[in-house]
């Protein structure tokens, strides 16, 4: 009960927090004086409504339409909540168009029409035509989404798609052809069963059937039973599949059948049911939250099973963000009247394709995998591929060229392609992909400061999404004081107290250790003793013990007592003189390093290019290729002062020990983020043509505060502060950290302790078993 009560006050505060909803609208073109008003309004807005008129196809250059869809919804099918009306429905419809923006760079207005008559609700959208240049309907129930779907696409002039249906059918066919071939089938020889025959499952026979699959070849079952030729409840969609003998149950239709394709209802399918199937059997389960049949009984029962479902913590997500959002993206960019048949096939054959393609190493890392290879557990791309807009997207524009839809002709493909890959950066993908990652293999994570409210809320979103699991320290009774105030569930957290006679011993054997770490650098060993009762100190010393992977500390305290324990117990990996601090700053350009922030105020040239090193490392880790500028107050040379030869001196030091590194300086931040400007000025800096997506620091002020002033004026979101150069992670959090912030360095620290800590199972050295222990 507690963790749906959390869950439901997360999902509200998330929604009613600062401004409501989760969309804006944000002017593209400067408005601050009153020359910019007089272009964008009236006197000089006269000048391009006079140049649409005289052509219409104008309106595609002077307004957003080409790059404006609409989500358009009544709320009669929402989600799994069903008919709940098109205000209940709003926050579904915002956030399909954040998933249009963050996959395509496409904006959204939602619409939501209080209208069940479909044809009212047709002429309602048909009349919204000039505003968008495109539009997705969403949640409408069946079988008026046929109607209203087909009559658009009939009256309208811009492409229209239900992704209920289409986005489901376009993702599983692709998942299917590569099944098949898999399982050395054919499509047109194949046996079908389906559970579900609403828009979805019928959106999926069809284009099944332009696969090759054959009518005949399928069995239908709702809920109401097998479909067959004797029931008079089935629309004209439904009958040409109505194949099933009266009474037939869907456990005798899985008999010998090939295919089993689920889009209804949870734990409807059992075990025996699957080993009925053909040799080489084919499972979508894609029911959410809870598929047909799990994976694990799938596989179970069948070792020559291929097994999807529409989950994200198992192989073969049958996912509709693999679709719409590059389908869209190719018909805005060539102007598409429809969304065509042509089209959604080429979104197939791009998606399967894709698949067979080597996976870069990027997805590698974001999903904790040596090696993500086209087999059984690998035949439909991750979510979080960034080949996915330019090869989808590409696919659909082609295909709306080719069969006579495109309205705008594309004369270079090549320069297409790489503006789609341009187009959104990587600010998108990263904290996507460090969730991603740290889920696949989640660590034992201390949170020192555990009778903070917002840990606790914090470390329960990391248990329930699996990113870890989380070693709260403090005193048991008032954290589960607070957390029963909160509706917070504790269920699967470790609480430790130092101060308890619990710990007692523990705390003697941490003092002893930790005396024999710092007894020449100042301390008695009642001292030591005394330490191991703090909270950092003992978390700290729970990590360097291999009784925890890592930390998050610092919410309460000041930064230099918060990571002073860390270097004193954990100290720095080999190699490795000192440690420093970055942020990752969320920017619309993408993802932004800033270094050193935190730690060293005035580093040496050494320490400078040491600074850039770990950086270079970090940024590495988190999936980004660094491109590196190293700032000061002047460019290239043009002071002789010792500050900015200092950094001269630093970079000429980075290179000496990684050539490869794409890193210069000096040079002003102006110039580093202008790339224009960069090459007008200096094109021989080896930065002309590279987007910079770190920036160095000569000093702990300047960066300090550079960092604070975006933060406050920038509208960006930050993660941070990353500590760089512990030989184990421990990471500390900023004063006033939102529950989102502690959850994004959580998978921060639990990603980096992937990769510097031996594999084991939670408890075999800590975790439960460090309290069983004692």
Same mark, same amino acid.
């Given at each position: 009960?507690?963790?749906?009560?959390?869950?439901?006050?997360?999902?509200?505060?998330?929604?009613?927090?600062?401004?409501?909803?989760?969309?804006?609208?944000?002017?593209?073109?400067?408005?601050?004086?009153?020359?910019?008003?007089?272009?964008?309004?009236?006197?000089?807005?006269?000048?391009?409504?006079?140049?649409?008129?005289?052509?219409?196809?104008?309106?595609?250059?002077?307004?957003?339409?080409?790059?404006?869809?609409?989500?358009?919804?009544?709320?009669?099918?929402?989600?799994?909540?069903?008919?709940?009306?098109?205000?209940?429905?709003?926050?579904?419809?915002?956030?399909?168009?954040?998933? +249009?923006?963050?996959?395509?760079?496409?904006? @959204?207005?939602?619409?939501?029409?209080?209208?069940?008559?479909?044809?009212?609700?047709?002429? /309602?959208?048909?009349?919204?035509?000039?505003? +968008?240049?495109?539009?997705?309907?969403?949640?409408?129930?069946?079988?008026?989404?046929?109607?209203?779907?087909?009559?658009?696409?009939?009256?309208?002039?811009?492409?229209?798609?239900?992704?209920?249906?289409?986005?489901?059918?376009?993702?599983?066919?692709?998942?299917?052809?590569?099944?098949?071939?898999?399982?050395?089938?054919?499509?047109?020889? @194949?046996? +079908?069963?389906?559970?579900?025959?609403?828009?979805?499952?019928?959106?999926?026979?069809?284009?099944?059937?332009?696969?090759?699959?054959?009518?005949?070849?399928?069995?239908?079952?709702?809920?109401?039973?097998?479909?067959?030729?004797? *029931?008079?409840?089935?629309?004209?969609?439904?009958?040409?599949?109505?194949?099933?003998?009266?009474?037939?149950?869907?456990?005798?239709?899985?008999?010998?059948?090939?295919? =089993?394709?689920?889009?209804?209802?949870?734990?409807?399918?059992?075990?025996?049911?699957?080993?009925?199937?053909?040799?080489?059997?084919?499972? =979508?389960?894609?029911?959410?939250?809870?598929?047909? /049949?799990?994976?694990?009984?799938?596989?179970? #029962?069948?070792?020559?099973?291929?097994?999807?479902?529409?989950?994200?913590?198992?192989?073969?997500?049958?996912?509709?963000?693999?679709? %719409?959002?590059?389908?869209?993206?190719?018909?805005?960019? @060539? *102007?598409?009247? @429809?969304?065509?048949?042509?089209?959604?096939?080429?979104?197939?054959?791009?998606?399967?394709?894709?698949?067979?393609?080597?996976?870069?190493?990027?997805?590698?890392?974001?999903?904790?995998?040596?090696?993500?290879?086209?087999?059984?557990?690998?035949?439909?791309?991750?979510?979080?591929?960034?080949?996915?807009?330019?090869?989808?997207?590409?696919?659909?524009?082609?295909?709306?060229?080719?069969?006579?839809?495109?309205?705008?002709?594309?004369?270079?493909?090549?320069?297409?392609?790489?503006?789609?890959?341009?187009?959104?950066?990587?600010?998108?993908?990263?904290?996507?992909?460090?969730?991603?990652?740290?889920?696949?293999?989640?660590?034992?994570?201390? %949170?020192?400061?555990?009778?903070?409210?917002?840990?606790?809320?914090?470390?329960?979103?990391?248990?329930?999404?699996?990113?870890?699991?989380?070693?709260?320290?403090?005193?048991?009774?008032?954290?589960?004081?607070?957390?029963?105030?909160?509706? /917070?569930?504790?269920?699967?957290?470790?609480?430790?107290?130092?101060?308890?006679?619990?710990?007692?011993?523990?705390?003697?054997?941490?003092?002893?250790?930790?005396?024999?770490?710092?007894?020449?650098?100042?301390?008695?060993?009642?001292? #030591?003793?005394?330490?191991?009762?703090?909270?950092?100190?003992?978390?700290?010393?729970?990590?360097?013990?291999?009784?925890?992977?890592?930390?998050?500390?610092?919410?309460?305290?000041?930064?230099?007592?918060?990571?002073?324990?860390?270097?004193?117990?954990?100290?720095?990996?080999?190699?490795?003189?000192?440690?420093?601090?970055?942020?990752?700053?969320?920017?619309?350009?993408?993802?932004?390093?800033?270094?050193?922030?935190?730690?060293?105020?005035?580093?040496?040239?050494?320490?400078?290019?040491?600074?850039?090193?770990?950086? #270079?490392?970090?940024?590495?880790?988190?999936?980004?290729?660094?491109?590196?500028?190293?700032?000061?107050?002047?460019?290239?040379?043009?002071?002789?002062?010792?500050?900015?030869?200092?950094?001269?001196?630093?970079?000429?030091?980075?290179?000496?020990?990684?050539?490869?590194?794409?890193?210069?300086?000096?040079?002003?931040?102006?110039? #580093?983020?202008?790339?224009?400007?960069?090459?007008?000025?200096?094109?021989?800096?080896?930065?002309?043509?590279?987007?910079?997506?770190?920036?160095?620091?000569?000093?702990?002020?300047?960066?300090?505060?550079?960092?604070?002033?975006?933060?406050?004026?920038?509208?960006?979101?930050?993660?941070?502060?990353?500590?760089?150069?512990?030989?184990?992670?421990?990471?500390?959090?900023?004063?006033?950290?939102?529950?989102?912030?502690?959850?994004?360095?959580?998978?921060?620290?639990?990603?980096?302790?992937?990769?510097?800590?031996?594999?084991?199972?939670?408890?075999?050295?800590?975790?439960?078993?460090?309290?069983?222990?004692?």
């Amino acid at each position: 009960m507690a963790k749906n009560d959390l869950r439901k006050e997360l999902a509200l505060d998330y929604h009613a927090k600062g401004r409501p909803g989760k969309i804006e609208v944000i002017p593209t073109k400067k408005a601050k004086t009153q020359r910019d008003l007089s272009l964008a309004y009236s006197p000089g807005v006269a000048e391009p409504c006079l140049e649409i008129a005289k052509n219409i196809e104008n309106v595609y250059k002077y307004t957003a339409k080409g790059n404006l869809v609409g989500v358009i919804s009544n709320g009669s099918a929402v989600l799994g909540l069903g008919n709940i009306g098109p205000e209940a429905g709003k926050p579904v419809m915002e956030g399909k168009g954040v998933l +249009f923006k963050i996959f395509a760079d496409i904006d @959204v207005f939602d619409i939501e029409i209080n209208e069940k008559d479909p044809k009212k609700f047709v002429e /309602i959208v048909k009349a919204l035509e000039p505003t +968008f240049g495109g539009i997705n309907l969403e949640d409408i129930k069946a079988p008026e989404c046929f109607y209203i779907e087909e009559e658009l696409k009939k009256q309208m002039n811009i492409p229209v798609m239900h992704d209920d249906q289409h986005g489901t059918a376009i993702i599983s066919a692709a998942a299917l052809i590569n099944a098949l071939e898999i399982q050395k089938k054919k499509i047109d020889k @194949v046996r +079908f069963v389906i559970s579900g025959a609403g828009a979805a499952a019928m959106a999926c026979i069809r284009l099944y059937q332009e696969l090759g699959a054959k009518p005949a070849n399928f069995l239908l079952f709702d809920k109401e039973g097998a479909l067959h030729k004797e *029931r008079t409840d089935l629309d004209p969609t439904q009958l040409p599949f109505a194949n099933a003998p009266k009474g037939m149950t869907l456990g005798e239709g899985m008999k010998g059948a090939d295919v =089993f394709l689920g889009l209804s209802a949870g734990n409807i399918v059992n075990g025996d049911m699957i080993k009925s199937m053909a040799k080489n059997p084919i499972v =979508f389960a894609m029911a959410n939250p809870d598929p047909e /049949i799990s994976w694990e009984d799938a596989t179970r #029962a069948r070792k020559d099973i291929i097994m999807a479902t529409g989950r994200s913590d198992y192989p073969n997500q049958v996912n509709n963000v693999l679709g %719409f959002p590059y389908i869209f993206r190719g018909a805005l960019d @060539v *102007r598409a009247g @429809v969304i065509n048949t042509a089209m959604k096939l080429a979104a197939v054959k791009a998606l399967a394709s894709l698949a067979k393609m080597p996976v870069p190493d990027a997805v590698n890392r974001a999903y904790n995998q040596e090696v993500i290879a086209f087999g059984p557990e690998y035949i439909i791309p991750k979510p979080f591929d960034p080949r996915l807009l330019p090869v989808v997207a590409l696919a659909v524009a082609k295909a709306a060229e080719e069969s006579g839809v495109a309205r705008h002709h594309i004369e270079n493909w090549d320069q297409y392609a790489l503006m789609l890959e341009r187009r959104l950066g990587m600010g998108n993908h990263v904290l996507r992909s460090l969730g991603a990652k740290a889920r696949q293999n989640p660590k034992r994570i201390i %949170f020192a400061e555990g009778e903070n409210v917002k840990i606790l809320k914090a470390a329960q979103i990391v248990l329930e999404e699996g990113i870890g699991f989380p070693i709260l320290i403090g005193d048991g009774k008032e954290i589960t004081k607070i957390a029963t105030e909160n509706n /917070i569930d504790l269920s699967g957290m470790m609480i430790v107290d130092p101060r308890s006679e619990e710990m007692a011993e523990r705390c003697r054997e941490y003092g002893e250790i930790f005396f024999r770490m710092r007894a020449r650098k100042g301390y008695t060993k009642d001292e #030591a003793y005394k330490l191991m009762k703090e909270r950092n100190h003992f978390g700290c010393m729970m990590v360097e013990q291999g009784h925890a992977d890592c930390m998050l500390a610092g919410l309460t305290k000041k930064y230099d007592e918060a990571i002073r324990p860390a270097l004193q117990i954990i100290g720095t990996a080999p190699g490795v003189n000192r440690v420093a601090g970055m942020y990752l700053v969320m920017t619309k350009k993408g993802p932004l390093f800033l270094a050193d922030t935190t730690v060293n105020f005035n580093p040496t040239a050494e320490e400078l290019a040491e600074i850039v090193l770990l950086t #270079a490392r970090e940024v590495a880790a988190l999936n980004v290729v660094p491109k590196i500028a190293m700032l000061s107050y002047a460019n290239f040379g043009s002071s002789n002062s010792p500050e900015a030869k200092l950094v001269a001196r630093a970079r000429a030091l980075v290179k000496e020990k990684m050539p490869d590194l794409v890193v210069d300086g000096e040079m002003q931040a102006n110039v #580093a983020l202008n790339n224009r400007l960069l090459k007008e000025m200096y094109p021989f800096s080896e930065l002309v043509g590279h987007e910079v997506n770190t920036l160095i620091f000569p000093n702990l002020a300047s960066g300090n505060i550079a960092y604070n002033i975006l933060l406050e004026i920038g509208s960006t979101d930050a993660v941070g502060p990353i500590v760089m150069g512990l030989k184990k992670p421990v990471h500390l959090l900023q004063l006033g950290s939102t529950v989102s912030g502690i959850v994004n360095m959580a998978m921060i620290a639990v990603t980096e302790a992937q990769l510097k800590s031996k594999e084991q199972e939670p408890g075999t050295k800590g975790g439960k078993g460090f309290l069983r222990k004692k």
